[in-house]
């Protein structure tokens, strides 16, 4: 049970992946993530040296995305998209899986791409998260525990429902829970879609560790209100 809204905001990923987001929103973003203390700010490659010094000091993490929002990248592309978010700051990254893969139930492929991706945020010090983006609102129940189970056995920080992109949707209550109990060894972010506290409360009570979320001072503010229901 969430008792105030400082530490709802403590599970919240201040997020702005839009390709057309600008430097001063970028900035913005970061101003409003120290003043509501949320966990982490999200934004696209060219943007984390400066969210990185923005935030230097502070208690909020940088987190980078990787293979945004297509997960197509081949192994040795996401491998280098993340050693350079890492090496512009990046303290967490969110790596788009390989779909095909796990539509296919291409257990090989999407296991050595996890864990080539996982080998480069773990071999850093401080380790570096690294959540795996599962687009579970266009998957099956079976394709869905497919990739759980493998990120599970890889051994990744998180699996996370969305992008936020796809046009099948994003975060469910029945996703949030099939994952965490899928993926036992592995926390889950819930992400994509989600705008209101009510929603944001729901994922956490379902399992979610994490919300990833464009609409966090919104959330906040309507924590804040009494306006959960």
Not at 101 to 110: N, P, Q, R, S
Request: hydrophobic share 45%; proline share 3%; with cysteine.
């Amino acid at each position: 049970m969430i008792s105030n809204e400082k530490e709802l905001a403590g599970y919240i990923d201040h997020t702005l992946l839009k390709p057309e987001a600008t430097s001063e929103q970028i900035r913005r973003l970061c101003v409003e993530a120290k003043k509501y203390g949320f966990c982490t700010v999200f934004a696209n490659p060219r943007w984390l040296p400066i969210v990185a010094d923005l935030l230097n000091g502070t208690k909020v993490a940088v987190g980078g995305v990787v293979s945004f929002p297509y997960g197509a990248d081949s192994t040795k592309v996401k491998v280098a998209q993340a050693k350079e978010a890492i090496f512009a700051g990046a303290d967490e990254i969110d790596m788009v899986a390989d779909l095909a893969a796990i539509i296919e139930g291409d257990e090989k492929y999407l296991a050595q791409q996890l864990d080539a991706v996982r080998n480069v945020c773990h071999s850093m010090r401080p380790k570096v998260l690294l959540k795996v983006i599962i687009e579970a609102a266009a998957l099956t129940t079976e394709q869905k525990i497919f990739a759980c189970r493998i990120a599970d056995k890889v051994g990744v920080d998180f699996v996370k429902t969305s992008t936020g992109t796809h046009p099948a949707g994003g975060a469910t209550i029945e996703d949030v829970k099939l994952m965490a109990e899928h993926a036992s060894h592995c926390r889950v972010k819930a992400s994509g879609g989600i705008r209101t506290a009510k929603q944001a409360l729901e994922m956490l009570e379902a399992g979610a560790a994490r919300i990833g979320t464009s609409s966090g001072i919104q959330i906040i503010e309507q924590f804040r209100a009494g306006q959960t229901k």
